[in-house]
DNA sequence: CAGGTTTTCGCCTACTGGTCGAAAACGTGG
DNA sequence: CCACGTTTTCGACCAGTAGGCGAAAACCTG
């Protein structure tokens, strides 16, 4: 989500939302704050801090130090924005201000990268989802496509598909309509990495009861 | 490592080594010019980022951000601190100074994971190493012992062990010498992650050239 | 009700990680 | 100098995991 800036530097070309820190908040309030006043935006279902962006010719006159934050808002919420911001597909991104297109291509690769080991994938869904919706945002937040079988199966086996009983209604074109689930969240949040080298004695669930 | 403060606040605490940063120069280039300057501290095989610190009351007076950073220095270097500072197990830490206390608890939380998801387990460690000691580092890092036998096998699958031809000697009680190996980065660094969900069609890295 | 569409499920295969035990290579003590 | 303990290395086995079909289920349109 990109806004036009107005003033110069950088009259007309868009950037980040984004604004000064307040003494009395740190930076995630501050992000949050500048959200929900500039643009309407206060549902997000994750925010994590990206970089800081600090390099002395980042921005003409005196440095800034800017803190970039990742935030993600589920693909059902379409928030309403004022009249100079508006959504941008990161693979056809205008002109940038500043080094802001730098930022953006960096938040790419942190959630494509975070999809693999975390279930991050979780929070660009809404709370109720079918398996076709969640493949084709792992696919377009990946960049090739995702097999709906492969990722239901892999996504079950980690407990973390709870079926809710209801289905959604099939398309125009007609098809099964398709089952809905919801994010099982066991304890576990959408950003704790799975490990793949485990902790020894973790391997066998459940051995074979009695003898074979 | 840490530095213990001689000035107040918090005089005679333990703090991590840091500074201000200059008109002239980003973070990065700050944080590696401060361990420089003061604790010597040049050999390092790792550098990352770990999390913008901006709680308005984490020090007293005006409020201070702070950027921390996760660095890694290889086993065998050690280099010379000054009087006023030492290195600390992370198991053992004293009391600490402003927030420094969840900062380190954070960096540690970050290795661990990132040691799952990424070869960052190779920056631990010299340029030549024998297995058993990379599953010393991987076992203090973690927390947990790990086989050396799965560790090697996993790493070789992934192409990431080179033998260099020579061995270790064996300690004093003997014992078969150790095989060294170093890290073989086919282009690829030690921070890049190993995707779970992968594209289609990489299932096989190799065919069976021919018809078997 | 025939045909097209989409989802879901089961089967098969290949690969990966955990565990175990045997063998190799070394030092030490009798 | 040879038996013994120690440490590393390697092979084998097993279970769990992911990728790739293809069939069946469930829906719409004409």
Redesign the interface.
């Known amino acids: 989500m990109l806004w036009e800036r107005a003033r110069e530097p950088h009259a007309h070309r868009w950037s980040l939302p984004g604004g000064g820190?307040r003494?009395?908040?740190?930076?995630e309030s501050s992000i949050r704050r500048q959200l929900a006043e500039k643009v309407d935006v206060r549902q997000l279902s994750h925010v994590e801090?990206l970089?800081?962006f600090?390099?002395?010719d980042r921005v003409p006159g005196p440095?800034v130090?800017a803190?970039a934050f990742l935030g993600l808002v589920p693909s059902d919420v379409d928030p309403e924005v004022p009249a100079d911001t508006s959504w941008h597909c990161v693979d056809k991104l205008p002109s940038m201000a500043f080094d802001h297109s730098s930022i953006v291509h960096r938040a790419r690769h942190r959630l494509g990268?975070k999809?693999?080991?975390t279930n991050l994938g979780f929070a660009l869904a809404p709370p109720e989802f079918t398996i076709s919706l969640l493949r084709d945002h792992?696919s377009a937040a990946?960049g090739?496509?995702?097999?709906a079988t492969?990722?239901q199966r892999?996504l079950s086996r980690r407990l973390l598909l709870e079926p809710t009983g209801g289905t959604a209604p099939p398309g125009p074109s007609g098809g099964r309509p398709a089952a809905l689930f919801r994010f099982s969240a066991k304890g576990i949040k959408v950003t704790d990495?799975?490990?793949?080298?485990r902790?020894?004695g973790s391997g066998r669930p459940a051995g074979g009861s009695g003898s074979p």
Chains 1, 2 share one sequence.
């Open positions: 820190l003494v009395d908040e740190d930076v801090q970089a800081v600090s390099a002395p440095r130090v803190t990268s999809l693999s080991y792992y990946l090739y496509r995702v097999s492969n990722l892999v990495p799975f490990a793949v080298l902790p020894p």
